[in-house]
C-alpha cells in the first residue's frame, strides 16, 4: 500500500520562505520513480509545481517555481523536499505529494498515488 503523508505547510507573509516535506512509504519495491509537488488555489486546476527523478534527483520545474524553489528527494529517509523561497500571495494553494511512473513529470494527470495536501499561504 502506497501512502504519502506531507507537512510543513502554514501561513507566511510574502517573501517569506517554507519548507514542505513528504513522507513516502511504499508497499512494494521500485528502484526509481518519480515524485512531483502539485499544487490547486481555490478555483483554479492542479498544477504542477516541481518534480524529481528518485535515482538521481534530477529536477523539472514550472516557470513560476523556477529559481524560487527546490525539490529534493533523500532516499535514506524516503522522504520528498520542497524549499520554497520569496514566497507570493499567488503561491497560496493547497500543495500535493505524489508518486509514479509519468510520462510527463508536471502533468498531475499523470501520477497515481497522492498524498492528503498541506496548505500554504501567503499574505502580503
Known amino acids: 500500500q502506497v501512502q504519502l503523508a506531507e507537512s510543513g505547510g502554514g501561513s507566511v507573509q510574502t517573501g517569506g520562505s517554507l519548507q514542505l516535506s513528504c513522507a513516502v512509504s511504499?508497499?512494494?519495491?521500485?528502484?526509481?520513480?518519480?515524485m512531483g509537488w502539485f499544487r490547486k488555489a481555490p478555483g483554479k486546476e492542479r498544477e504542477g509545481v516541481a518534480a524529481?527523478?528518485?535515482?538521481?534527483?534530477?529536477?523539472w520545474y514550472a516557470d513560476s517555481a523556477k529559481g524560487r524553489f527546490t525539490i529534493a528527494y533523500d532516499n535514506a529517509k524516503r522522504t520528498l523536499y520542497l524549499n520554497m523561497f520569496r514566497l507570493k500571495p499567488e503561491d497560496t494553494a493547497m500543495y500535493y505529494c505524489?508518486?509514479?511512473?509519468?510520462?510527463?513529470?508536471?502533468?498531475?494527470?499523470?501520477?497515481?498515488?497522492w498524498g492528503q495536501g498541506t496548505q500554504v499561504t501567503v499574505s502580503s
Open positions: 505524489a508518486a509514479g511512473l509519468p510520462a510527463r513529470v508536471l502533468d498531475p494527470h499523470e501520477y497515481n498515488y
Open positions: 511504499l508497499g512494494y519495491s521500485y528502484n526509481s520513480y518519480h
Open positions: 524529481v527523478y528518485t535515482a538521481d534527483n534530477s529536477p
